[in-house]
C-alpha cells in the first residue's frame, strides 16, 4: 500500500478526547456540586484552581505532542462535522451555567467570598469561551459566525470579533497592534493598553467599513454596536429575571473572562517583531512570529489555541489540523502556567527573555521592545 494510501486511512488519536474542552463551561456545576459535598465554601473558586493548578499539572504528566495529522488527511479531517459540534455545544452549556450561576447569586447564600468565587469560575468560562469564539468567528460559515458573535456576549467583549479578524491578524507583531506586546512590557502595563487599543481600532475598522459600504457608522449595521447591544441584551434579560442584585457579580465575571483573554495576548506574541522590507512593508506573518505549546492537555481544553503560529499563516485551518512548525519559538510550559508566570512581571521576564533573545540570535534590536518613556513616541519596527 502507498504511503499516501497510508495517510488517507490516518485516524486522529485525540479524537475520543476533544469533547474534554467541554468541561470547561460545567465549572460552575462542578463547583456547586463540591461545596454541596464537602461544605468547603471556599470550592466556589473552583474554575482558577482547575485552570491553573490542576491544568498545568495535567500538562506536566501528559508531556508534549509535537504531531500533527498526514497531509493526505487534512481535508477529510476539516469536513468531519463531529469536531465542529465540540465547538457548537460548548455555548448552551456555556449559557446555562451562566443562567444557573445567577440563581445562586440571587439567593444571596454564598457570602461576599463565594459570590466572588463563582464570579471567578464563572469568568473562566467566560475566558474560554472567547477562545471558543476566536475558533468559530474565523470560518466562512454564517452559523459559526453567529456563533462566535453569541459566545462572547457573555464578556461584552464582542468587538474582539472585529478586531481580531480584521486588526490583529494584519498587524500582529509589529507596534501598530495593541495585541502585540513589548519585550520589557509587563503584563499590568498591556492590559490597558490593549483593552482600550482593541476597542478602539474595532470602532475605526468598522466605521471603514460602512463607510466604504455607504452605510451609516451608528445604524444596525455596524457589529461592534451590535456585538455590544447583544451583551446589554443578556445582561438585562438576567437582571429582569433575577434582579438587580446579579449584575455586579455579571460585570465581575466578564472582567475576569476579559483578563483571562488578554493574559492570553500577552504571552502570544511576546516581543517577536516582523521586519520592514526594502518598500517600507512589513514582511509576511510566519510561524516565527508566533510563541507556540505543544503541551497535550492545555491544547485539549482549548482547541489547539496554542498552535498559533500555523492559525496565523491559516486562519481558516480548523483546530483539529493545526501543526506544530519547528521554525516557532516554544514557550516553556502551556498556556495555562504561563498565564500564571505573566501575572508575576519579574518572574516572566527571568524565563522569557533570554528565550526571546536566543531566538533572535541574542540581537535584541530585532525584538518588539518597549519604547523608552520621552516625546519621540512608539518605536518603530527596524529594517532588515
Same mark, same amino acid.
Given at each position: 500500500?502507498?504511503?499516501?494510501?497510508?495517510?488517507?486511512?490516518?485516524?486522529?488519536?485525540?479524537?475520543?478526547?476533544?469533547?474534554?474542552? #467541554?468541561?470547561?463551561?460545567?465549572?460552575?456545576?462542578?463547583?456547586?456540586?463540591?461545596?454541596?459535598?464537602?461544605?468547603?465554601?471556599?470550592?466556589?473558586?473552583?474554575?482558577?484552581?482547575?485552570?491553573?493548578?490542576?491544568?498545568? !499539572?495535567?500538562?506536566?504528566?501528559?508531556?508534549?505532542?509535537?504531531?500533527?495529522?498526514?497531509?493526505?488527511?487534512?481535508?477529510? !479531517?476539516?469536513?468531519?462535522?463531529?469536531?465542529?459540534?465540540?465547538?457548537?455545544?460548548?455555548?448552551? #452549556?456555556?449559557?446555562?451555567?451562566?443562567?444557573?450561576?445567577?440563581?445562586?447569586?440571587?439567593?444571596?447564600?454564598?457570602?461576599?467570598?463565594?459570590?466572588?468565587?463563582?464570579?471567578?469560575?464563572?469568568?473562566?468560562?467566560?475566558?474560554?469561551?472567547?477562545?471558543?469564539?476566536?475558533?468559530?468567528?474565523?470560518?466562512?460559515?454564517?452559523?459559526?459566525?453567529?456563533?462566535?458573535?453569541?459566545?462572547?456576549?457573555?464578556?461584552?467583549?464582542?468587538?474582539?470579533?472585529?478586531?481580531?479578524? @480584521?486588526?490583529? @491578524?494584519?498587524?500582529?507583531?509589529?507596534?501598530?497592534?495593541?495585541?502585540?506586546?513589548?519585550?520589557?512590557?509587563?503584563?499590568?502595563?498591556?492590559?490597558?493598553?490593549?483593552? /482600550?487599543?482593541?476597542?478602539?481600532?474595532?470602532?475605526?475598522?468598522?466605521?471603514?467599513?460602512?463607510?466604504?459600504?455607504? %452605510? %451609516?457608522?451608528?445604524?444596525?449595521?455596524?457589529?461592534?454596536?451590535?456585538?455590544?447591544? #447583544?451583551?446589554?441584551?443578556?445582561?438585562?434579560?438576567?437582571?429582569?429575571?433575577?434582579?438587580?442584585?446579579? /449584575?455586579?457579580?455579571?460585570?465581575?465575571?466578564?472582567?475576569?473572562?476579559?483578563?483571562?483573554?488578554?493574559?492570553?495576548?500577552?504571552?502570544?506574541?511576546?516581543?517577536? !517583531?516582523?521586519?520592514?522590507?526594502?518598500?517600507?512593508?512589513?514582511?509576511?506573518?510566519?510561524?516565527?512570529?508566533?510563541?507556540?505549546?505543544?503541551?497535550?492537555?492545555?491544547?485539549?481544553?482549548?482547541?489547539? !489555541?496554542?498552535?498559533?503560529?500555523?492559525?496565523?499563516?491559516?486562519?481558516?485551518?480548523?483546530?483539529?489540523?493545526?501543526?506544530?512548525?519547528?521554525?516557532?519559538?516554544?514557550?516553556?510550559?502551556?498556556?495555562?502556567?504561563?498565564?500564571?508566570?505573566?501575572?508575576?512581571?519579574?518572574?516572566?521576564?527571568?524565563?522569557?527573555?533570554?528565550?526571546? #533573545?536566543? @531566538?533572535?540570535?541574542?540581537?535584541?534590536?530585532?525584538?518588539?521592545?518597549?519604547?523608552?518613556?520621552?516625546?519621540?513616541?512608539? /518605536?518603530?519596527?527596524?529594517?532588515?
Amino acid at each position: 500500500m502507498s504511503r499516501d494510501a497510508d495517510d488517507a486511512r490516518w485516524r486522529d488519536p485525540k479524537r475520543l478526547w476533544w469533547p474534554l474542552a #467541554l468541561a470547561v463551561p460545567t465549572l460552575p456545576w462542578q463547583a456547586g456540586a463540591l461545596v454541596h459535598l464537602t461544605g468547603v465554601a471556599a470550592l466556589w473558586w473552583w474554575g482558577p484552581f482547575f485552570a491553573f493548578v490542576l491544568v498545568p !499539572l495535567f500538562d506536566l504528566v501528559a508531556g508534549v505532542d509535537g504531531s500533527h495529522p498526514p497531509e493526505a488527511a487534512m481535508r477529510r !479531517l476539516e469536513q468531519d462535522r463531529y469536531y465542529r459540534w465540540c465547538t457548537y455545544l460548548y455555548l448552551p #452549556l456555556q449559557f446555562a451555567a451562566l443562567v444557573w450561576a445567577c440563581g445562586q447569586w440571587a439567593g444571596g447564600g454564598l457570602g461576599v467570598g463565594g459570590a466572588i468565587g463563582l464570579a471567578a469560575t464563572t469568568g473562566v468560562v467566560a475566558g474560554v469561551a472567547i477562545n471558543t469564539a476566536h475558533e468559530l468567528g474565523h470560518k466562512r460559515e454564517r452559523l459559526e459566525r453567529g456563533l462566535s458573535r453569541l459566545a462572547l456576549a457573555q464578556s461584552g467583549y464582542g468587538h474582539f470579533y472585529v478586531e481580531h479578524n @480584521h486588526g490583529h @491578524h494584519v498587524r500582529v507583531a509589529t507596534p501598530e497592534d495593541p495585541a502585540s506586546s513589548r519585550r520589557g512590557e509587563s503584563f499590568w502595563l498591556f492590559l490597558p493598553r490593549t483593552v /482600550l487599543g482593541s476597542a478602539r481600532s474595532a470602532w475605526v475598522l468598522e466605521r471603514r467599513r460602512l463607510r466604504r459600504r455607504g %452605510r %451609516r457608522t451608528w445604524s444596525r449595521h455596524n457589529d461592534v454596536l451590535s456585538a455590544w447591544a #447583544l451583551s446589554a441584551a443578556l445582561f438585562g434579560v438576567l437582571g429582569a429575571v433575577f434582579g438587580p442584585a446579579v /449584575l455586579p457579580w455579571l460585570l465581575l465575571q466578564a472582567v475576569c473572562g476579559i483578563g483571562l483573554l488578554e493574559s492570553v495576548n500577552y504571552l502570544e506574541h511576546y516581543g517577536l !517583531l516582523r521586519q520592514r522590507r526594502a518598500d517600507g512593508r512589513y514582511e509576511r506573518v510566519a510561524p516565527r512570529h508566533s510563541w507556540n505549546s505543544d503541551n497535550t492537555v492545555s491544547n485539549l481544553f482549548l482547541f489547539q !489555541l496554542q498552535r498559533h503560529s500555523d492559525h496565523h499563516a491559516n486562519p481558516l485551518r480548523r483546530y483539529q489540523t493545526l501543526r506544530h512548525f519547528d521554525e516557532a519559538p516554544q514557550l516553556p510550559a502551556g498556556y495555562a502556567a504561563m498565564i500564571v508566570l505573566a501575572w508575576v512581571p519579574p518572574l516572566w521576564r527571568r524565563v522569557m527573555d533570554p528565550r526571546l #533573545l536566543a @531566538h533572535y540570535g541574542g540581537d535584541a534590536r530585532l525584538t518588539h521592545t518597549r519604547p523608552a518613556p520621552g516625546p519621540a513616541g512608539p /518605536l518603530r519596527a527596524p529594517s532588515r
